[in-house]
Nanobody, 113 residues
Framework: QVQLVESGGGLVQPGGSLRLSCAAS????????MDWYRQAPGKERELVAT???????AYADSVKGRFTISRDNTKNTTYLQMNSLKPEDTAVYYC???????WGQGTQVTVSS
């Protein structure tokens, strides 16, 4: 059974940091490109960051320089380190395994003072 389980979300003040995790099971994690998406209320889901199976990364312009995506194939986990958070980063964050075409359940990130 495929599972992608996100964790690490929460409430943080502007300028703060959070690290999201996405633990995968039931897939061959190492060959999957992994994405982090987010969806704010009333907005479409948007791609935030990608890490390919070879370790190459890409970011949306809105998070470049503030967010870092990484992966640990020994733990079947991908991470999203989010620094210098802004209120506009508030959203539900989802991980996605491209080859498996499978979504996690999402984790809420709220940036507010």
């Amino acid at each position: 059974q495929v599972q992608l389980v996100e964790s690490g979300g929460g409430l943080v003040q502007p300028g703060g940091s959070l690290r999201l995790s996405c633990a995968a099971s039931g897939i061959i994690f190492s060959i999957n490109d992994m994405d982090w998406y987010r969806q704010a209320p009333g907005k479409e889901r948007e791609l935030v960051a990608t890490i390919r199976s070879n370790g190459n990364t890409a970011y949306a312009d809105s998070v470049k320089g503030r967010f870092t995506i990484s992966r640990d194939n020994t733990k079947n986990t991908t991470y999203l380190q989010m620094n210098s958070l802004k209120p506009e980063d508030t959203a539900v964050y989802y991980c996605y395994a491209r080859l498996a075409q499978y979504w996690g359940q999402g984790t809420q990130v709220t940036v507010s003072s």
